[in-house]
Structures are given as structure tokens and as C-alpha cells.
């Protein structure tokens, strides 16, 4: 691998050692890319379209972890990538970009006005709009609104892969990946659909939301697109799934408890709208099974309840305190960690991926946001 590469401008991109791996810089290079791939989109946008790309910027620097960008450069340094990172990391940050279009399309599928601390881009886009127009149908406008952004970062997604200055080869590589996980995440969001509204006792079924819609989206498909662009073989694509399936799922379990349990001045959201939502996870998958009739009572008629009080939510919490749900989840997340760096133990990866790798495990499964 090469130690500070420089990139486009003369652009300090990433440290890449045999021993170091350094995720920090790899976020500041993403962040970069991702900043200029935006500024030169405004560069040549009509002025009434500003707006938008405003919102979509705003929206993308405001937070977000680049887990998605990170496990795609991490891949690439699994499978022993060689030569200018300046195409992996541009191939890294489109993830980031569709990872956008799926969360501002997610808030409006859930009516969610808040997201990373800050109002979420189809409410924001709605506040914009009273403030010019009044009241009018606001609301309307602004999830039309977000709808069409999404669209736009789904599409520049697609735009920034396609002009990474990737190789033909590896590019054929790329499309193969991330058309799977495109399709996935879609199945992820419609199983998960299905199941929303209510409290289900089918834990198979929430595992398998989790798997489809973060596991595979989160933690897999970035790593095989990365390993996809270094020319990998079968065996190490292997091996990254040994690791990003359990590790993914941990992440999104972790998300189950922090939706019902965490701080909303860590999360950046309010904890009551998982329950509101009557969202389809495993935490209440397994309170539903262990309730008592009483305890089921509370759940069947509080949880998908959309004007649920916080003192309602407590008593939601208490069912799945008392059912030992909470305690059940903290352990699956801990099996699945220890699954995860078992795999690890055996990749056949350089040391400096694997550490980056344990790094990003710890990150994604204990985390307060």
C-alpha cells in the first residue's frame, strides 16, 4: 500500500501504510470529494435550483458516520488494492450519496421530522416554503420536495461511481455490487413495510429486515465493493462476509435499543418514533413473545399508536425491560461481535485492514448515536 498519497489538487487523500489504517482521514478525504463533487454542481445549476443542492449539502455535512465509504476503502485494502486511491475513494463517497437518497426517502416514508439533531429535509423543505407562501398545502410541497432530492442524490450517486476513473474492468467489478445493493435495501425497506404498524412476535422476519436492510447495506456490499475494485477472489469476498454479517446486524440491533432507549441529544431524534411507528424489530419481536397477556396489552395498544405521550413510551420501555427483550438484544449484539472478530482472526487480510476493521466493529455495535 502507499503512505500518503496525494490526490487531485495536490490533495492529501488517506494514510495507507502496511501497519496504519487511519479511518479519520479517510472521512476528511470522502468529505472532500463529496464537497467538491457538490460545489461544481453549483457551479453550473440555474439559481432556482440552489435550494436544493443548499439542502442536500446542509444535509450531508450536518452528521453521518461514512460507515458505508469507510468499509468500502477498508475492502479494498483487504484485498491488498493497489495504485491512486483517488477512484476508490470517489467510488466510496457514491455510497454516501445513495446512503442520502435512502434516508431523506426513509423520513418521508415515516413521517419523521427530525433527523441528525436537525428538522429532516422534507420538513425542512416544507418550513421554507410556509415561510414564502403561508400555509398553503406546505406539508405537500416539502415531501414532494424531499422526494425529488432523493431522486437527485440517487442519481449523482450514480454519476460520481461512473466518473471515478475506474477501469473498465473493476468498473464491470462495481456495477455488479452495487446493483445488488440497491436491490437489497429496496427488499429491506418493503419487508420492513410490511411488518410496521404493529407489534409482531415473528423474530425471523425482523432478522431478516435487519439483514436486507442494514447488514448487507451497511457492512457487506460496501466491503465487496471495495474488495470488488481491487480484483479480489472469491475467498476474501468470503471472508468479508463472515465479518460483515453479524457485524451488521449488531449495528442494527444497537439501532433497535438506541430508537427505544437512547438520548435524543445523541441520536439527533426523538426516542419515541420506533414505537410511534410501530416499527417491525427484534427488540419488540422478542417482548411480544415473553409478554404476559397484561404486558401484551400494553404493547397491542400503545406501540404503532401515532400520538403516543413520552409517559406511554415509558411504559412501552417498562414492558420491554420487564420481558428482559432489552437484556436478550444486548446479548445477541455481543454473539454477534465475538462472531465477527472470530472471523477476523481467520481473514486472510493485512493486519493494517483488520484493525481498521475491529475499530469500525466496536464504532458500529457500542455507540450512544
Known amino acids: 500500500m502507499r503512505a500518503a498519497v496525494a490526490g487531485a489538487g495536490g490533495r492529501t487523500m488517506m494514510a495507507l501504510t502496511d501497519a496504519v489504517l487511519d479511518t479519520v482521514k479517510i472521512r476528511h478525504a470522502v468529505d472532500s470529494v463529496l464537497a467538491e463533487f457538490l460545489a461544481a454542481k453549483s457551479r453550473s445549476a440555474p439559481p432556482q435550483l440552489m435550494e436544493l443542492i443548499d439542502t442536500l449539502r446542509r444535509f450531508l455535512f450536518v452528521g453521518g458516520k461514512r460507515l458505508r465509504p469507510l468499509m468500502c476503502v477498508c475492502g479494498w485494502c483487504a484485498a491488498r488494492?493497489?495504485?491512486?486511491?483517488?477512484?476508490v475513494l470517489r467510488a466510496a463517497a457514491s455510497l454516501e450519496l445513495f446512503h442520502t437518497f435512502a434516508l431523506i426517502h426513509d423520513d418521508v416514508m415515516d413521517d419523521s421530522d427530525t433527523r441528525r439533531g436537525h428538522r429532516s429535509v422534507h420538513a425542512s423543505l416544507a418550513d421554507r416554503h410556509r415561510s414564502r407562501q403561508g400555509p398553503g398545502?406546505?406539508?405537500?410541497?416539502?415531501?414532494?420536495?424531499?422526494?425529488?432530492?432523493?431522486?437527485?442524490?440517487?442519481?449523482?450517486?450514480?454519476?460520481?461511481?461512473?466518473?471515478?476513473?475506474?477501469?473498465?474492468?473493476p468498473m464491470r467489478a462495481a456495477l455488479g455490487v452495487?446493483?445488488?445493493?440497491?436491490?437489497?435495501?429496496?427488499?429491506?425497506?418493503?419487508?420492513?413495510?410490511?411488518?410496521?404498524?404493529?407489534?409482531?412476535?415473528?423474530?425471523?422476519?425482523?432478522?431478516?429486515?435487519?439483514?436486507?436492510?442494514?447488514?448487507?447495506?451497511?457492512?457487506?456490499?460496501?466491503?465487496?465493493?471495495?474488495?470488488?475494485?481491487?480484483?479480489?477472489?472469491?475467498?476474501?469476498?468470503?471472508?468479508?462476509?463472515?465479518?460483515?454479517?453479524?457485524?451488521?446486524?449488531?449495528?442494527?440491533?444497537?439501532?433497535?435499543?438506541?430508537?427505544?432507549?437512547?438520548?435524543?441529544?445523541?441520536?439527533?431524534?426523538?426516542?419515541?418514533?420506533?414505537?410511534?411507528?410501530?416499527?417491525?424489530?427484534?427488540?419488540?419481536?422478542?417482548?411480544?413473545?415473553?409478554?404476559?397477556?397484561?404486558?401484551?396489552?400494553?404493547?397491542r395498544t400503545l406501540v404503532g399508536h401515532p400520538d403516543l405521550t413520552e409517559e406511554q413510551a415509558d411504559s412501552v420501555r417498562a414492558v420491554l425491560e420487564a420481558t428482559g427483550a432489552r437484556l436478550a438484544v444486548e446479548r445477541m449484539i455481543a454473539r454477534r461481535c465475538r462472531r465477527a472478530m472470530n472471523a477476523l482472526d481467520h481473514a486472510p487480510f493485512p493486519k493494517a485492514a483488520v484493525e481498521a476493521l475491529r475499530q469500525l466493529a466496536h464504532a458500529a455495535s457500542v455507540r450512544t448515536s
Open 81 to 87: 488494492g493497489r495504485g491512486d486511491p483517488e477512484p
Open 137 to 169: 398545502d406546505a406539508d405537500r410541497f416539502g415531501a414532494n420536495a424531499a422526494i425529488l432530492l432523493g431522486d437527485l442524490a440517487l442519481t449523482w450517486s450514480d454519476e460520481l461511481l461512473h466518473s471515478a476513473g475506474l477501469a473498465p474492468v
Open 178 to 299: 452495487v446493483n445488488a445493493m440497491r436491490t437489497e435495501v429496496m427488499f429491506g425497506q418493503y419487508l420492513d413495510l410490511l411488518a410496521t404498524g404493529r407489534p409482531t412476535r415473528d423474530i425471523a422476519h425482523a432478522l431478516t429486515v435487519s439483514r436486507f436492510k442494514t447488514a448487507k447495506y451497511t457492512v457487506e456490499r460496501p466491503l465487496h465493493l471495495g474488495g470488488a475494485l481491487a480484483g479480489c477472489p472469491t475467498a476474501v469476498m468470503e471472508a468479508c462476509t463472515a465479518y460483515a454479517i453479524p457485524i451488521g446486524e449488531a449495528f442494527q440491533l444497537r439501532d433497535d435499543l438506541l430508537g427505544g432507549f437512547g438520548d435524543p441529544e445523541a441520536t439527533g431524534k426523538p426516542s419515541t418514533d420506533d414505537f410511534r411507528q410501530g416499527k417491525c424489530t427484534v427488540l419488540m419481536a422478542i417482548a411480544v413473545v415473553r409478554a404476559t397477556p397484561a404486558q401484551l396489552r400494553v404493547l
